[in-house]
């Protein structure tokens, strides 16, 4: 055996702003950074606003977008918040129905603003229930595309 000692210097030094990123990762797959990068992301911010948030360069944000992991936990927080807004609006769809019908028979004043939001409601309510209906038959058939095979 030889005495001499490896050339350490060679092997790459984490920069002080990367050593969060080499921390332990969350049940996704995630640093604590990457997961507030994804909160960041689906929650509307831009890839700018979400560098300086991160104090991170775009370059490595869209990098950390396009891994499959980072691509996975953003599609499913926003696939939680459509949940959570489908719900809201189905819990509200029922009076929003009920304020139009007063208002029709002219049992409610018929305020131009109220009309609107009862309106909106039962729309959107419709739609996000015609998407989550698209999405379970559109996950049935990748299911039955096989792994791999149904997401681009």
Do not use: H, Y
Request: charged share 30%; aromatic share 2%.
């Amino acid at each position: 055996m030889s005495d001499e000692q490896p050339d350490l210097s060679v092997l790459p030094v984490a920069e002080s702003g990367q050593a969060a990123e080499l921390q332990g990762t969350d049940e996704d797959g995630l640093t604590p950074l990457q997961a507030r990068f994804v909160e960041l992301i689906a929650s509307g911010e831009t890839m700018r606003g979400a560098a300086i948030e991160l104090d991170r360069s775009e370059r490595t944000l869209r990098r950390w977008k396009s891994a499959t992991t980072i691509k996975a936990a953003i599609r499913d927080r926003l696939a939680e918040a459509l949940a959570r807004a489908r719900a809201i609006l189905s819990a509200g769809a029922g009076e929003a129905a009920a304020a139009l019908v007063g208002m029709a028979g002219g049992t409610v004043a018929a305020e131009a603003a109220r009309c609107a939001a009862a309106r909106a409601v039962l729309e959107n309510a419709t739609k996000l229930g015609e998407i989550a209906a698209i999405e379970e038959r559109l996950a049935e058939v990748e299911s039955r595309l096989g792994p791999g095979r149904g997401r681009l």
